[in-house]
């Protein structure tokens, strides 16, 4: 299912992977090939250094187009963020991607980090006014935006593996989801919402909202823990009743895990 996904994305044109020797995969000019090309849209969620426990911003769509090394887009319009469409100017390098954009009043935002096969980014990210002394530091994920293969709406997914590895110890329990439409990208059924139970080894059960973005057949989402941690959990679902993946959270704690659809 996931190498479907991927001739997907092939052929639309948003994650093309390199088809090079890995010979000619070291450096050329300086520059090391791309592993993949980035151009298309992607759903972008930041997270600041400063406040832990916060649901991140986003989703923020975000314009790539690549040529061979050399990255340019824009920023999202109207955000709390980057309200003006700023210029990108960046670099893909192997897995590695960069960019940068400059606000009106000159303050330099700098994004790095690494692109993965099944359609995700993640990395850091810094704000800083050399004019008055601020700086702001953060971690990102990102989503491809391509339209889902697989119908969570309404769905309820259980696991038996560790969704929470906080003080309260590693507890099973499940992911109740609702796919809506995102406006800023024609109304396409890419916004997941939804709750995280807890137990029922949890005394007493614990619920959380989760938010996040599901494309083709990858899923990203956002919960608070009940040690007011951030979780971010990423999976890949296949045949259409299981999801596999892995969750970290802003207290440096990352696992595995595995779910599969109740029917």
Do not use: H
Request: charged share 10%; proline share 5%; aromatic share 12%.
């Amino acid at each position: 299912m996931q190498e479907r996904a991927i001739q997907r994305w092939l052929k639309v044109g948003f994650l093309l992977l390199v088809t090079l020797p890995i010979l000619l995969g070291g450096c050329s000019g300086g520059k090391e090939v791309p592993s993949f090309n980035i151009t298309g849209a992607w759903y972008f969620y930041f997270v600041a250094d400063n406040a832990p426990g916060v649901a991140p911003v986003g989703p923020l769509a975000f314009a790539f187009t690549q040529s061979t090394n050399d990255l340019t887009g824009t920023t999202p319009t109207d955000t709390s963020i980057t309200p003006n469409n700023y210029a990108i100017t960046g670099s893909v390098q192997g897995v590695a991607v960069a960019f940068e954009w400059t606000e009106n009043d000159g303050t330099l935002d700098i994004v790095t980090g690494t692109v993965f096969v099944d359609g995700t980014m993640s990395g850091n990210w810094t704000r800083s006014n050399s004019a008055t002394g601020s700086k702001e530091t953060g971690t990102w994920n990102a989503i491809i935006y391509v339209g889902p293969l697989v119908d969570l709406n309404g769905t309820t997914w259980s696991s038996s593996s560790a969704l929470y590895g906080g003080s309260g110890g590693q507890l099973p329990g499940t992911f109740t989801f609702t796919v809506s439409p995102n406006i800023t990208e024609n109304n396409t059924l890419n916004d997941l919402s939804g709750t995280v139970t807890l137990g029922p080894q949890a005394s007493p059960v614990y619920q959380a909202p989760l938010t996040g973005s599901i494309t083709s057949l990858t899923v990203l989402f956002f919960w608070i823990g009940p040690d007011g941690a951030l979780y971010t959990y990423k999976a890949t679902v296949s045949g259409g009743n299981t999801m596999n993946g892995t969750w970290t959270n802003d207290r440096g704690q990352a696992g595995n895990w595995i779910a599969t659809k109740n029917v």
